[in-house]
């Protein structure tokens, strides 16, 4: 375990939505905050307790509640954000259906339900409708009944498999 100095500033490397960033931070400091600083407010700070999932991320393939996450334990990290999402203009198959579902309200939630949405179908690309409750579960969302979240994540397991390469 790496000891630090007090107010020291350290070096890390991230790479971040496919670019490659360098940036410096001292030790205590959480992943949500580098994240915003380096532009990427669709991080969300909910809580700072891992309660809500509005910072959720990908990082290293897995779903991570960047609040709970140190910046120095994120050095050399591979990280995707809601703003890494859509390419070339044309929103991610998640995305268009949380907008074709209307599955959002204030909307706070929604970045980090979307990259939630994301693992899930990651790692189940059919989930039952049981199961994506289960997978969301560690989001909260304060303003819908989350049945427009859930049909939104339906519909983007869907569009996500007609996207699939047929097998042959």
């Excluded at 100095?5 to 001292?26: A, C, F, P, R, S």
């Excluded at 994301?118 to 909260?140: H, V």
Aim: aromatic share 6%.
């Amino acid at each position: 375990m790496k000891v630090f100095e007090k107010d020291q500033k350290v070096k890390i490397h991230l790479k971040i939505n496919g670019q490659d960033y360098e940036t410096e931070t001292e030790p205590r400091r959480l992943l949500v905050h580098v994240l915003r600083e380096l532009g990427f407010t669709g991080v969300h700070i909910g809580c700072d307790t891992s309660n809500c999932g509005a910072c959720t991320i990908i990082m290293n393939g897995r779903s991570v509640k960047s609040c709970t996450v140190l910046a120095v334990e994120a050095d050399g990290s591979e990280i995707l954000t809601v703003e890494g999402l859509a390419k070339d203009g044309k929103l991610h198959p998640i995305q268009e259906a949380f907008w074709e579902k209307h599955a959002l309200q204030c909307g706070y939630c929604t970045p980090g339900m979307i990259m939630e949405a994301y693992w899930l179908l990651k790692e189940n690309p059919n989930p039952t409708e049981e199961e994506i409750r289960e997978g969301i579960s560690g989001n909260l969302c304060r303003c819908t009944g989350y049945q427009n979240i859930v049909e939104a994540i339906k519909l983007a397991s869907q569009k996500l498999r007609m996207e699939l390469p047929k097998a042959h």
